[in-house]
Structure formats: structure tokens, C-alpha cells
């Protein structure tokens, strides 16, 4: 039975947020700013906090570029203890699975950035191995318009959900299960939905 945000958020969910680094605030965001994507992803961490829903972070990490867990997020939620790795794609890394697997749910909300090479490549590993899956987009951001187009088209082929923020935790909200209304996220989907509706007209060809 396909997932359901009102019958199944607290029982079925994990919150998977990936590569929220410090470095990232350099990055040319596309869809909105840094700040923002990290704004978005907290209200996640809200959510996950009233539903007691379990949360896994993972990091990338080389020998030149050490991890470091964004400010916004590690300031708000400090005993979250990120998952370092060496490999480009989580879903190969034997501690990343494991702590997917000790939650003994189904379902994951993924947020990470950005949403063309992190969150699509998690995503449609979850789905091969049979999570179901859904990814909110302005909470991981895109460098590229037409790559970010191509992510989507490749996730939504395989059946993952692909959300706003807004979205979301409006379904959440509607089921009861979200008594506390969400700050700052009715005042700025429309300027996402604008970015998006701006990329629709350029010319990929």
C-alpha cells in the first residue's frame, strides 16, 4: 500500500538529512539561498521532534575537506551526531544502512544537497532496496536547473514523492499529528514556486 502522510507519519517515517555543511554556504544555490535550505530543513527537524520520528545525518568527508554539520542545525540540535563517510553516495556505507535499518521503518523523508547528485542517488537506492521514499526539494537545494530537472524526472519514474517543505508538513499538519503550525514557510513558497516556474522557461536545449 502506497505511503501515506496522515496515516502513517509517526509509525512508518525516518528523517534523512544529508550534507548540511558549513562549506555549502558558498555554493551558488539556484532555487534560494543557503540559509533558507538550512531553514527549511530545521522545520524537518521540528516536525521529526513532535512526531518522535527518528533522525539520521550523514556527512561526507575526505582527506582534504573535514565535515562540519551546518551552525543552524547543529546549534538547534546538538546531540545529533552526524554519520561521517568517504563514500560519494550514503547508501554505501555500511554505517549509514545500519542505522536505516535500526529504525525498523519503511518510509523515509529525505532532504540533501544537492538534490541532482546526494539526494537523487540515496533515493533511488532506498527505492531499489524497497523503502518508500519522499524527497522535499527546498530543503536540499540545485546548482543546476536542468540537472535538478533530470533528478526529478529519474525519482518520480521510480515513485518517489517529491515535495515542498510546505507540502509536507501541511499533510502532516492536516492529519493532526502537527498541533504546532510551521514558521516562515507560508511567506516563502511562493518565491520558490516563482524560481521554479523561472527554470520552466529556460531553454535546455
Known sequence: MPWSPIRDAMVHSTLVLLDYHD??????????????????????LEAAEHLHMPVVVSL???PLQEAEWCGELRG????????????WNPWRTPAF???I???QRRHLILAGMPVETILQAVAISAVQDGYS?????????????????EAIAWMEALG???LTTAEFLGKIQSS?????????????IPQWYACWGAAAQCDWS
Request: charged residues 20%; hydrophobic residues 35%; contains cysteine.
Open 97 to 99: 544502512q545500519r542505522a
Open 23 to 44: 562549506r555549502h554556504r558558498e555554493l551558488n544555490w539556484l532555487d534560494c539561498s543557503f540559509q533558507q535550505l538550512c531553514a527549511n530543513a530545521l522545520q524537518l
Open 176 to 188: 493532526g499529528y502537527l498541533p504546532i503550525a510551521p514558521t516562515n514557510w507560508e511567506r516563502y
Open 133 to 149: 521514499v519522499t524527497a522535499v526539494l527546498d530543503a536540499s537545494g540545485t546548482e543546476s536547473w536542468q540537472e535538478w530537472y
Open 101 to 103: 535499518r535500526r529504525t
Open 76 to 87: 538547534r540540535y546538538p546531540k545529533i551526531s552526524p554519520i561521517l563517510r568517504n563514500q
Open 160 to 162: 518517489v514523492s517529491c
Open 60 to 62: 561526507a568527508q575526505t
